[in-house]
């Protein structure tokens, strides 16, 4: 289904839809404030290793990322850390970032690989953050691409459906998609580290 979502005033019944979906183990295409997602409810598992094996990927080494509501939503899945990277995270979300972070008990153990670590997202788009507060989930989340090898991202929602609506169950249609994907922090020990430069622009230099 290519489901149309005002990207300013998302509909609440097109959101419930959406979340109920999710609830029962769907898998969606959404859009960010990068590049477009593939996600599905983290609490999930068959969802999940739906997930997973169109990456062809097992769990334990899947880089998914959570897409959470706010940064009150994060600490749930995320042990505590100093309050450098708070101020940090407090510039930079909502935004194009992930945040690498220490993970705690509540992220799906199928998902534990040997770091014990979680990539984090609150993106600067109505419609994901208005999903997820539905959903009362996280997304498990992936950027969708083209060609893995290029990182081609694809922008256009109608040429997303056409190309993977046998893969999912909702292609949302929210606008045209970026093709730059978020930056990536990791702040897994207490000074962060850059690990990818991609949209989102730092407020600070880094150490």
């Known amino acids: 289904m290519l489901l149309n979502i005002h990207p300013d005033n998302p509909d609440p019944r097109k ?4 979340a109920e979906c999710l609830l029962d183990g769907g898998l969606i295409i959404y859009p960010t404030d990068t590049v477009y997602g593939m ?3 983290f609490s999930n598992n068959s969802a ?16 998914f990322s959570f897409i959470c509501s706010d940064l009150s939503h994060i600490s749930e899945y995320a042990k505590p850390f100093g309050t450098n990277i708070y101020k940090l995270m407090r510039k930079c979300l909502p935004g194009a970032f992930t945040f690498i972070l220490n993970a705690t008990s509540k992220v799906p153990k199928m998902l534990n690989n040997n770091r014990k670590t979680v990539g984090i997202r609150v993106p600067d788009n109505n419609i994901a953050l208005q999903i997820v507060s539905t959903l009362g989930n996280p997304i498990i989340s992936t950027s969708l691409k083209l060609n893995d090898e290029i990182n081609e991202y694809p922008t256009d929602p109608e040429l997303i459906y056409e190309e993977f609506h046998k893969l999912v169950d909702i292609v949302i249609d929210g606008g045209a998609g970026n093709t730059e994907p978020s930056t990536i922090i990791d702040c897994t020990e207490s000074n962060p580290q850059l690990v990818r430069q991609g949209a989102g622009e730092l407020p600070f230099e880094l150490e």
Do not use: S, T
Not at 48 to 63: S, V
């Open 39 to 41: 996600g599905c409810d």
């Open 15 to 18: 959101l419930k839809q959406v």
């Open 48 to 63: 999940i290793e739906k997930l997973c094996r169109i990456k062809g990927i097992k769990p334990n080494k899947a880089n």
